[in-house]
């Protein structure tokens, strides 16, 4: 067995520690204090190696909120931890790095978009779940990119829409529910030539996948002319146009395990995590350049210093805990709530988990 040092002051301290006593010590750290840890696809494989639950926010959030477990340790990005601490407020949320943000999240804040509902007295808030909780706390309900397309529709269709953070999303939900579409952006000083029923989009964006271009796709399609291509619903219009599937990095694990060939327009981390998955399929980003550099914050070093100090713990007023729940049950109510993964869908995870080498992270 090997010799487990003491709780050592900062985290670069634990990075020179052999990555194998940061195993042990995550694992037997997290065994003590009763907790799970929960990894996103886009993590490093060494942390989806010591994960409990593999998966996407909601999905993580809604696994570890049914775990009798009193610690959750989320390695994803903020929102993701709050997500968890809306779902589970009885648990201890910590974040091995709590300078892991998301870019897209903090495009709008809770202030501005009360700003923005001013201007609009009757319009309805749909807020993507790539968010503040302070946010979603201001929303009528929250939506997946699974889903966004149906939470639209679950509205009259007269009604605005003020939908944030991501204008992609946006723009894309609009042109499959035929509903007029602008962002905050191309707002005038007057909103009352905005046509009946549009939705006036957040101007922000996820840097991963809005900086998918068009000539990559062609250069990827040239070498691959066989292989199909699906594309997350948080890149630009004219390449999701260009794509035979649009869909969310959960659905990309079953496409995967259906084509032999797919050019995945996504970060690179669960192509990478596919392609151990499907050695002999050809799986290829569509980007070699796709990576969040915030999911990559965090490290084996930090997970096991945040396990040892129990640290960075996230919090949120139970006000605004309570307001982000609703917006989000009220999403879960309307979709059919969300589901376990198939055993097929689990043994993939499971099967990726087992991966020795290294990912596409940065
Ligand atoms: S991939 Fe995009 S949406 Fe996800 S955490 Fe990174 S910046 Fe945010």
């Not at 998966?55 to 009798?68: I, R």
């Not at 292989?227 to 390449?239: M, S």
């Not at 009220?330 to 589901?339: A, F, H, N, V, Y």
């Amino acid at each position: 067995m090997i010799q487990i040092a003491d709780i050592l002051p900062t985290p670069l301290a634990y990075a020179a520690l052999p990555a194998d006593e940061l195993r042990e010590r995550i694992i037997r750290r997290k065994m003590e204090l009763n907790a799970v840890i929960l990894g996103h696809n886009y993590q490093r494989v060494e942390i989806q190696a010591v994960s409990d639950f593999l998966g996407d926010s909601l999905g993580l959030s809604q696994e570890a909120a049914d775990t009798d477990a009193d610690v959750i340790v989320f390695c994803g990005v903020h929102f993701m931890a709050e997500t968890a601490k809306i779902l589970s407020p009885e648990k201890m949320v910590l974040m091995p790095d709590l300078r892991a943000g998301c870019p897209m999240a903090d495009f709008v804040t809770a202030d501005g978009l009360r700003q923005l509902k001013a201007r609009f007295p009757g319009a309805a808030v749909i807020t993507y779940v790539n968010s503040t909780a302070e946010v979603k706390a201001e929303s009528d309900i929250c939506c997946t990119s699974s889903n966004a397309v149906e939470v639209v529709n679950s509205f009259a269709p007269d009604r605005t829409l003020l939908f944030v953070p991501d204008r992609n999303l946006a723009r894309y939900s609009a042109e499959r529910s035929g509903r007029p579409y602008l962002t905050t952006s191309q707002l005038g000083a007057s909103v009352e030539a905005i046509p009946e029923g549009a939705i006036v989009a957040w101007d922000g964006y996820c840097y991963v996948h809005d900086d998918l271009v068009l000539d990559e796709l062609a250069e990827a399609k040239r070498r691959y002319p066989n292989a199909k291509v699906v594309i997350h619903p948080e890149a630009r219009g004219d390449l999701l146009a260009r794509a035979d599937f649009v869909t969310s990095t959960a659905k990309m694990v079953s496409l995967a395990e259906d084509h032999d060939e797919l050019i995945i327009g996504t970060e690179r981390g669960l192509i990478d995590r596919l392609r151990q998955q499907y050695p002999n399929k050809t799986l290829v980003p569509l980007s070699g350049a796709a990576i969040c550099g915030n999911m990559k914050m965090n490290t084996l070093a930090k997970l096991a210093w945040s396990l040892d100090h129990q640290k960075h713990e996230v919090s949120i007023p139970e006000d605004v805990r309570a307001r982000a729940e609703a917006a989000l049950r009220g999403m879960l109510e309307l979709s059919g709530g969300w589901r376990a993964p198939t055993p097929e869908e689990a043994a993939i995870e499971a099967a990726g988990m087992e991966g020795a080498g290294g990912c596409g992270c940065a």
